[in-house]
């Protein structure tokens, strides 16, 4: 009997999860059974040796100084992933499998690389600055008094009736 290597007994054991999970939602009549794990063995089997080759073949283009300079803009930035502008680019990266770290590594950016855009920043920047964040919670308390002594958010006593 053939002893099986490690990479053959992952690809078993992914095999068996693959059409499980197929028939569990798909009705399958029994004597197609071994042909569709067959065929789901075949598939997986060849990804895993083409798939590796692929990868070391194909790696992703870094970007030049060039291509770096003119995706930073004040309003956006635009990404080495699909070239489309983003004022913020970590909901995007997550959504494609990466990170600020893993992002910057993989396009040969500089590590200051940002991952907001200038004016965005700032937008947010002041925003938090008016609601009064980043202050001690004294500073705060004195900002809500209005000049007449009211509550900014309407009065207390109209709350509390």
Known sequence: MKRLESE????????????????????VPAPELPALVALVHGALS????SGAHHVA??????ATEAQIRRSITPDHLVSFVDGKPYK???RH?????????????????PKDYPMV???????????????????????IAALAVQTDGSLPFGNRASVEA
Not at 46 to 49: D, S
Not at 57 to 62: I, K, L, Q, S, W
Not at 97 to 108: N, P, S, V
């Open 8 to 27: 053959d007994v992952a690809n078993v054991i992914l095999t068996g999860e693959v059409v499980s999970a197929y028939v569990a939602r798909n009705a």
């Open 46 to 49: 060849k990804l895993a040796t």
């Open 57 to 62: 073949a194909n790696p992703v283009a870094r």
């Open 88 to 90: 913020v680019l970590t």
């Open 93 to 109: 990266l997550s959504a494609n499998g990466l990170d600020a770290r893993r992002y910057r590594e993989r396009y040969g950016l």
């Open 117 to 139: 855009a200038a004016n965005h920043a700032a937008l947010r920047s002041a925003l938090a600055r008016r609601i009064g964040l980043g202050r001690p919670s004294g500073e």
